[in-house]
């Protein structure tokens, strides 16, 4: 057995899932105290491989049918229980996504910390090797946290502990599945630094799987990016985010706003020639109108029993072909602020009127309603799930547009057509189409209420960036096609800035700054915005 | 997440008990004076002397207005006064109440003693090894018992295990303890026939989905046994539902147990509820019913009580 230079040997994997061949052909190598990151979007296979090197494959059902994976030339694919026991976290250990959901709800960190500790460093004091864990990973105030259940944690303490969790056995390798997903973006930055500063302490390898590009430049200094399967390109981080070999690679670069001249379209990846593609957007038209569609005054939001305001007094002006964004980390006050504009909830300070009209006298049937439309975050949950999207878009042409019987149906296929939506998917129900799909159907459903103002809450967050950049465009061609104003509420500077020509940035309910959206990220006047444009990830603009 | 808000919560919680408490009262008043006809002849029959006709309406406190009735019986309450029997002449109704209840509330307790451990055990059992041998048969066990009436499971037992095996009695009261144990077992067991089956598919279900919660593969991926990780993982996540079961299913407990007690022959409050309505004995009926309305609302008051404090996310869940 020799001893070679790299931790983890993967070769020619294929993995066999519910009868599909999820991973095909899949080989790299981890270097001792080096760094990968798996990049894909979902479907990829790049959690499945993760659940190779961690031994939870079989917990999903998966079966490796070809190649071999070794950790430290150990074989991975055919250990037994007692030899993954003996591997897992003390040799290998994971740091999960979701970290509220993999704390047990009714234990207190102390008690897990405990368990952990007990199984893993058999000996150890407990109580001092929890702290030493919790500070390790700069929890603050360690003695008392122990006390704490879970859900009482922040996000990002949260998966601070898992990370602490995982060092509890000393591992040589942390496989880290897209740790900071659910993160905001300030707080991303500070666990992808620990990350990074526990490597260097340690000496230990890190693989991380991530759907980001952007993130992996700041962890890792390999990267491969996985598609369907199949690993496309592998190579130094900088070379294969400079200057990609691969199609698909180029695809996720273009496809990202920040790369892109703001409020152009952004290259989509033509499936079937494998081109980049541009597609063209009609010219802007905009006549002037100086009568605002929606006219927020002092409007505010302060919740039964709060302590403070979920949205402090303010003032906002939307006219036709506008396009305005509300920035903000969790918690702002942003979507609270969305939902108040489209009249989805009224609020306790001030009034939105709409047209002249304020939201609380516009009764349900009120053509108005139609007027303001709003996109959602979950695309999938937004949909009636036993509905085909052709029925769906259906029932509100006929309630607004008054149509009947065939002519609906044919109005919502047209209507459906013009979201691009693929003939074939406009009779399947939502549970059979991609996320991206589901979010056309949601913005065709929006326009068949004839509206003027969209406000989109996160409507990219949960999607593909390839899915993404087709949304986006989609949106940008509609505001020029029918001048249509956008209201985009998002955590994504980049998204914002390519969309939007005047941006909110709010912190804790409250504007902290407001201007043209290119001026705001360019030389950002206030602290808090300036924290978030640093914190952001983002990649250079190489051409 | 502080304790003053967790009293603010419990003391909302007994407040909006009394509330329906407050409203069973006067529903159990309206229950007298909503039968149709006179309560007094329709106790008495029509064969009977205007003499004992007014003697029952001054027990009965009819002879005067009804709101001055409603005021009386509202104090009456409150010194713990339900009033006297129609028919048994001298016997108060708390007295009836008082006699009878140890017995049921001792049947209820073996009931959902056992219901909850052979619940729980049979429960876990099968979650363990899901959709194989063990489960099948356990959930095949507990559907039948879920099936079969309580009557019917009381008949069988005495038949087996006093009639042909002869380990313990068939029926009747002691009367004191511990006497009382062997008379208890039998009809226990009876009364656990409907909710133990309840709670074992409760358990089952949530110790299966707690299985797949993504803490027991991040507890596994750090090496922990599976044994250490049912016994403190799964377990204490799959037994939060039974405490609300249990407050819910307090009530058809006691109804339960009236078939129970006929079947056993005991004393209990369900031979008493049996023998007032049989005899028209309104005030009893009116006492048992509002006793048993306390009991469901009480049930139900401790297990939202006690439920914060096993589960640490409800305390913060203002």
């Given amino acids: 057995m020799s001893t070679s230079d790299n931790l983890v040997e993967v070769r020619n994997l294929g993995v066999l899932l519910a009868g599909r061949q999820v991973i095909r052909d899949v080989s790299f190598d981890i270097p001792r105290g080096g760094a990968l990151a798996l990049v894909g979007e979902s479907g990829s296979g790049k959690t499945v491989t993760a659940r190779v090197l961690t031994g939870l494959l079989s917990r999903i059902g998966g079966k490796v049918n070809s190649g071999t994976a070794t950790f430290d030339s150990q074989d991975l694919v055919n250990a037994n229980s007692r030899e993954w026991r003996k591997l897992r976290g003390r040799m290998v250990a994971l740091v999960p996504q979701a970290s509220l959901s993999s704390l047990d709800p009714v234990m207190r960190i102390g008690g897990q910390l405990a368990e952990t500790i007990s199984e893993l460093d058999p000996g150890a004091d407990i109580r001092l090797r929890s702290l030493e864990l919790l500070d390790q990973v700069r929890l603050p105030r360690p003695a008392a946290l122990l006390e704490n259940y879970p859900h009482e944690l922040s996000g990002g303490m949260r998966q601070r502990l898992m990370i602490a969790l995982a060092l509890a056995g000393r591992p040589e390798l942390i496989v880290a599945d897209e740790p900071t997903t659910a993160l905001d973006v300030t707080v991303q930055k500070d666990v992808l630094k620990l990350l990074g500063d526990l490597r260097k302490e340690t000496g230990m390898s890190l693989l991380m799987i991530a759907h980001d590009l952007a993130v992996v430049g700041m962890v890792s200094e390999s990267v491969a990016v996985m598609r369907g399967g199949e690993l496309v390109e592998k190579g130094a981080t900088d070379k294969v985010l400079g200057d990609p070999d691969h199609s698909y690679t180029k695809a996720l670069l273009a496809a990202r706003p920040e790369l892109a001249p703001v409020g152009t379209p952004l290259a989509v990846l033509d499936r079937e020639t494998g081109q980049l593609h541009r597609p063209e957007l009609p010219v802007l038209l905009r006549p002037r109108q100086p009568e605002p569609i929606i006219r927020a005054e002092g409007v505010g939001m302060t919740y039964h029993n709060a302590k403070a305001p979920a949205v402090h007094p303010l003032d906002i002006d939307i006219s036709a072909g506008a396009a305005i964004g509300i920035v903000g980390e969790s918690g702002s006050g942003k979507s609270t602020l969305g939902r108040i504009l489209v009249g989805a909830q009224l609020p306790t300070d001030g009034t939105v009127l709409v047209k002249g009209k304020s939201w609380q006298d516009v009764r349900a049937n009120d053509p108005l309603r139609g007027a303001v439309q709003m996109i959602f975050q979950d695309p999938y949950g937004a949909l009636t799930p036993w509905r085909t999207p052709r029925q769906i878009v259906a029932e509100v042409i006929a309630r607004w547009q008054g149509l009947h019987g065939r002519a609906t149906l044919e109005a919502a296929g047209d209507l459906l057509d013009d979201v691009g939506l693929p003939l074939q998917a406009m009779d399947r129900r939502p549970g059979g189409l991609s996320g991206g799909q589901c979010q056309r159907v949601g913005i065709a459903r929006a326009l068949a209420c004839q509206p003027q103002v969209l406000v989109a809450d996160e409507p990219t967050s949960s999607l593909d960036i390839s899915a993404q950049a087709q949304i986006l465009n989609l949106l940008m061609r509609l505001r020029a096609e029918r001048n249509l104003a956008l209201v985009i509420v998002s955590h994504d500077l980049a998204v914002i800035r390519h969309m939007t020509d005047e941006a909110l940035v709010m912190q804790h309910g409250q504007i902290v700054e407001r201007g043209p959206s290119s001026r705001i990220f360019s030389s950002p006047d206030n602290d808090y915005t300036r924290q978030l444009v640093s914190s952001t990830p983002t990649l250079r603009r190489t051409a | ?318």
């Fill in chain 2, 1 to 318: 997440m502080t304790l003053r808000a967790g009293w603010g919560q419990a003391a909302g919680k007994v407040g909006q008990s009394l509330l329906t408490l407050a409203s069973v009262i006067v529903l159990v008043f309206l229950l007298v004076r909503l039968i149709p006809g006179d309560p007094v002849t329709t106790i008495l029959g029509s064969e009977t002397s205007a003499e004992a006709e007014a003697a029952l309406r001054t027990a009965l406190h009819l002879d005067v207005p009804p709101v001055q009735q409603f005021f009386d019986y509202i104090a009456g309450l409150l010194h713990g006064d339900l009033g006297q029997s129609a028919v048994q002449r001298g016997d108060s109704v708390s007295g009836i109440i008082a006699g009878a209840l140890p017995t049921t509330l001792s049947i209820v307790a073996v009931g959902m003693l056992l219901s909850t451990i052979a619940g729980i055990s049979l429960g876990l059992a099968a979650a363990l090894s899901p959709y194989k041998a063990i489960d099948l048969t356990v959930r095949t066990i507990v559907m039948l018992l879920y099936a079969t009436p309580t009557f019917l499971i009381g008949l069988l037992l005495t038949l087996v295990f006093s009639i042909q095996l002869g380990w313990l009695p068939a029926g009747g009261w002691a009367g004191s303890y511990p006497d009382n144990f062997p008379f208890l077992v039998l009809p226990g067991i009876a009364l656990s026939g409907h909710l133990g089956p309840i709670i074992a598919r409760t358990v089952r279900q949530a110790a299966i989905e707690s299985s797949q919660q993504l803490y027991m593969e991040a507890a596994l991926s750090r090496g922990l046994s599976k044994s250490a990780l049912n016994f403190r993982h799964i377990l204490p996540n799959s037994v939060l539902p039974i405490i609300t079961l249990l407050g819910i299913s307090f009530g058809s407990l006691l109804t339960g147990a009236i078939i129970v007690e006929a079947v056993f022959g005991l004393p209990g409050i369900g031979s008493e509820m049996t023998k007032a309505v049989a005899r028209r004995d309104y005030p009893v009926i009116q006492g048992i019913a509002l006793m048993s309305a306390c009991a469901v609302i009480v049930g139900n008051l401790l297990a939202e009580l006690i439920y914060p404090l096993v589960d640490p996310r409800a305390r913060s869940a203002s």
